[in-house]
């Protein structure tokens, strides 16, 4: 059993495929933040309409949050054309986000309507 572990990682490490997860793993990390600084931004700006915030502290932390999202968004471009397959699990990804928003949104229209 032990000799057969060993053999499969070695045979998965030589088809790259242990990179191509560990790849898609720390993608999926910098896509998570992203994602999540968006939300943020969002938020931000819908707060600041329902909690009267100043325009300059809005200013401020919109500006923040920009300089924040930058990181992700690099890592994200450099890692897509430094790996091309990459660019297919980031679509994947933003695939399943989507179905995930419709999901939300249909039950929560599901929710109001009873």
Same mark, same amino acid.
């Given at each position: 059993? $032990?000799? @057969?572990?060993? &053999?499969?990682k070695? !045979?998965?490490? *030589?088809?790259?495929?242990?990179?191509?997860?560990?790849l %898609?793993?720390q993608?999926?990390?910098?896509?998570a933040?992203r994602?999540a600084l968006?939300?943020?931004a969002i938020? $931000?700006? @819908?707060?600041? &309409?329902q909690?009267? !915030?100043?325009? *300059?502290?809005?200013?401020s932390q919109?500006?923040?949050? %920009?300089?924040q999202l930058?990181q992700p968004?690099l890592?994200?471009q450099?890692r897509?054309?430094q790996?091309?397959? $990459?660019?297919?699990?980031s679509?994947q990804q933003?695939?399943?986000?989507l179905?995930?928003?419709?999901a939300s949104?249909?039950q929560?229209?599901?929710s109001?309507a009873?």
């Amino acid at each position: 059993m $032990l000799v @057969q572990g060993l &053999t499969v990682k070695c !045979l998965l490490g *030589k088809l790259h495929l242990l990179d191509d997860q560990l790849l %898609q793993e720390q993608s999926l990390a910098f896509i998570a933040r992203r994602d999540a600084l968006n939300h943020v931004a969002i938020h $931000l700006n @819908q707060a600041s &309409t329902q909690l009267a !915030l100043s325009s *300059k502290m809005q200013r401020s932390q919109l500006e923040f949050v %920009q300089q924040q999202l930058q990181q992700p968004q690099l890592e994200i471009q450099e890692r897509q054309e430094q790996h091309a397959q $990459l660019k297919a699990f980031s679509v994947q990804q933003h695939q399943k986000e989507l179905l995930a928003i419709e999901a939300s949104t249909l039950q929560n229209l599901c929710s109001l309507a009873y």
